[in-house]
Each structure stands twice: as C-alpha cells, then as structure tokens.
C-alpha cells in the first residue's frame, strides 16, 4: 500500500482513522499529537520565563513509552528557554532487567544533552523488588508493592528537584484501560482524582504552545476532545502530573521508536502480573479490533465524565481525602501512616 499523505511505500495501516503512513508521517502524526496535547493541557505557563523555567521532570524508565516522550519533548522544546526538563529514572532492585534499561536512559539523555537522575529502591527503602516478591507478606501482585514505592519516588524526588509538572510516558492503550477499569469499578471519586491528577488542563495560555507547530495535514487520531470547560484545581500535597503521550496507540508509539532507532528497552518486566488490568487489555485489544477508535471513543466520554464529577465534587464532602503528613516520613497522605511505610512494615515483619 501507499502513504496516503506522500505515495511512498506505507508502514502502517492505523484502522481507527483509515489512514496508510509511511515511516516518515507516521513519526510526523505522532510529533503532532503530542504537540497538541501539550497546547490543549496548557502545560506551558503565561509566567513561564527564561529567567524563571517551568520545570519539568520526566519518569523515564528505558521503555519506548518514556524514551520517545523525552525525544519529542527535547525536539520541541530544546530551544525554548521558558521549558527546562529533568529525566529521572528508578532502579527498582530487579536483576538484569533495569540494568539494561537504565542504560538505554543513560544513552538517551546524554545523547540529548538532558540532566539525568537515577534513584535505587535499595538507596531510599532498603529493599529490591526481587526480594519484595519473594517474600509478599501482603499477599499482592508484585505491581501493588512497585506501583507504591515508584509514586513516593517519583513525588518526592520531583519536588526535591524543583519540579512544576511530572510527566509520564502513559499512551492511549494505558489510559483507556484505566478509565476502562474505573467505569467498570464504578469509581466516581477515583475518575476526578484521575481528573485532578494527571488529565485535567492546567490554566495556562493555550495557543502557547503553537509558536513549535503542528506539522502538516491531519491523522485521524487527534486528541479526545473531551468537553471540558474547567481546568484542575491547584494542589499543594503533589506536584501535578501530565500525560502528553495519552493520544498515541501503544503500536505507533513502538513504531515511533522503531523509525526514530531510539535506544529504548522493549521487554516486559519479569515480575509483570495484574490479572484485571491484563483481563482489561485483552477486551480492549478485542474491541479495538472489531471497533477501530474504540480507545478514543472511551477517553473522549471519560475525560468529559472526569470533569464532571471532579467540578461535581464537595470539599466539604466527609469522603473526600483530607491530606496531612505520614507522622513517620511526612510523605501527603490521608491517613496516619502512607502506604508506602505500611508497606515496608509489612516487609520488615517477615
């Protein structure tokens, strides 16, 4: 088949939009989705200066998620002095498996000129997740015990390096499989702290981003488009996240790596297990199949579910998280003692 957008020989069939690419405007349709989402979110502050940068820190494991969200972010904003970005990556304790994805960070940021920190599970908890799963006092998939001691990792150490934004590598797939997850769960309260979290725009000027241009023509995939007319509320207990890969099918963003030959780690974690996220995967894997769009059709209503139940919320509401202080690390959290503590409890008793 033929590039639908130049004649040359095509490189991918994306069914949802119908379009056939070559590699070179399959690379330009991912570009500008991310592009977009960026200037849709307003991730790019009106008081964003030279003098003073919006910081932003990005969780970059070695996977093709984070590597090509690093790539295309350092392409756009390289040499726009308002955007500072910080690569951080965690070295969780799991043998052979992150060393080799932590050198493909490692190849990345220093290819690119990018400020790059590592942090080890072993440094900050005494404990690698090899012995976490081994031992499991809590009875749970090791992806539970990761997915704490990643979050507190990645929180703090956002905020130690002066972090206004987080940014995580999450593409379409990842996103719809969770709001997926939440619908179904029928978690009103989970889907506006989703909303709070990662999705909701920020008030931000949004035509900054478009001085960095979109490229050229369209790609059937866009962004969600959720109808949404409110922004998230300012936080004060996390430095707010964003996903600016959320639009791009998991496929294309492989893809991107592949055409781009970027050094990313593409294998799956050996203590991977989460039944219901994996149920989810393969109904979604099903549905897009037979639906093509289905994942964009799901985060346009979710998104725009989101934003009502989050502007729908009380603060006065007795179930909505009143966040204080771990009383032992000081980490936000609405209880006592966070999870993370009472995790490595747990840990310490075996």
């Known amino acids: 088949m033929e590039c639908d957008?130049?004649?040359?020989?095509?490189?991918?069939?994306?069914?949802?939009?119908?379009?056939?690419?070559?590699?070179?405007?399959?690379?330009?349709?991912?570009?500008?989705?991310?592009?977009r989402r960026v200037r849709e979110d307003g991730l790019v502050p009106d008081d964003a200066t030279?003098?003073?940068?919006?910081?932003?820190v990005i969780g970059l494991s070695g996977g093709k998620d984070s590597v090509v969200l690093t790539q295309i972010l350092h392409e756009t904003f390289d040499e726009d002095p308002r955007i500072e970005l910080v690569a951080?990556?965690?070295?969780?304790?799991?043998?052979?498996?992150?060393?080799?994805?932590?050198?493909?960070?490692?190849?990345?940021?220093?290819?690119?000129?990018?400020?790059?920190e590592v942090v080890h599970y072993e440094d900050e908890f005494d404990v690698r997740m090899d012995d976490v799963v081994e031992d499991d006092p809590e009875s749970m998939a090791a992806c539970a015990y990761c997915g704490v001691f990643r979050r507190d990792v990645l929180s703090r150490y956002a905020e130690e390096l002066g972090a206004d934004k987080l940014l995580t590598g999450h593409n379409l797939d990842d996103e719809a499989e969770t709001a997926l997850?939440?619908?179904?769960?029928?978690?009103?309260?989970?889907?506006?702290?989703?909303?709070?979290?990662?999705?909701?725009?920020?008030?931000?000027?949004?035509?900054a981003?478009?001085?960095?241009?979109?490229?050229?023509?369209?790609?059937?995939?866009?962004?969600?488009?959720?109808?949404?007319?409110h922004a998230r509320e300012d936080q004060d207990h996390h430095v707010p996240r964003a996903k600016p890969l959320r639009d791009v099918p998991e496929k294309e963003v492989a893809l991107y790596a592949r055409f781009r030959d970027l050094p990313a780690h593409i294998t799956e974690c050996p203590h991977a297990e989460e039944a219901y996220r994996g149920e989810i995967q393969q109904l979604m894997l099903k549905l897009e199949?037979?639906?093509p769009g289905t994942r964009h059709s799901i985060m346009a209503?979710?998104?725009?579910?989101?934003?009502?139940?989050?502007?729908?919320?009380?603060?006065?509401?007795?179930?909505t998280p009143d966040f204080g202080e771990?009383?032992?690390?000081?980490?936000?959290?609405?209880?006592?003692?966070?999870?993370?503590?009472?995790?490595?409890?747990?840990?310490?008793?075996?």
């Not at 043998?95 to 190849?107: Q, T």
Request: aromatic residues 4%; glycine residues 12%.
């Open 181 to 207: 997850m939440n619908f179904l769960e029928g978690d009103v309260r989970q889907m506006a702290k989703h909303f709070e979290a990662s999705l909701g725009p920020f008030d931000g000027d949004s035509r």
């Open 5 to 35: 957008k130049c004649g040359d020989s095509a490189a991918v069939h994306a069914e949802y939009s119908g379009l056939h690419l070559c590699e070179g405007h399959l690379c330009q349709a991912v570009d500008k989705r991310v592009r």
């Open 301 to 319: 209503g979710y998104e725009e579910l989101a934003s009502l139940a989050s502007s729908a919320q009380d603060p006065d509401d007795e179930a």
């Open 289 to 291: 199949e037979n639906h």
């Open 209 to 229: 981003e478009e001085d960095h241009g979109d490229g050229d023509g369209g790609d059937g995939g866009g962004s969600s488009d959720a109808a949404t007319d």
């Open 326 to 350: 771990c009383e032992r690390c000081g980490a936000p959290t609405a209880r006592d003692l966070c999870r993370k503590c009472g995790l490595l409890d747990a840990l310490e008793a075996v």
């Open 50 to 56: 030279p003098e003073d940068p919006d910081t932003w």
């Open 88 to 116: 951080l990556s965690i070295h969780e304790g799991i043998e052979g498996y992150r060393d080799e994805s932590l050198d493909a960070c490692v190849e990345l940021t220093e290819d690119l000129g990018i400020r790059h």
